[in-house]
């Protein structure tokens, strides 16, 4: 059975006083110029209430995986 996805939440991984963390896109475009870049992140949350990462390396990567999962989800 396939798990079905409720929420696709695209982010920013950053590393902030030490730690890493992900963090929305909007609030990293709101103060990237004191932040550490370190990746985009997809988090996927499903219906059974468990979640998966995803890892890019690039903004477009990122975009084309968000436009593939929409697709998926559509059929």
Request: no cysteine; charged share 30%; hydrophobic share 35%.
């Amino acid at each position: 059975m396939e798990k079905r996805v409720i929420k696709i939440y695209p982010s920013v991984v950053i590393r902030y006083e030490g730690e890493e963390t992900p963090v929305s896109l909007k609030w990293y475009e709101q103060n990237r110029d004191s932040l550490d870049f370190i990746t985009y992140l997809l988090i996927i949350f499903y219906q059974d209430g468990s979640k998966e990462e995803r890892y890019f390396d690039t903004y477009a990567a990122m975009l084309a995986a968000m436009q593939e999962l929409y697709t998926s989800l559509k059929k």
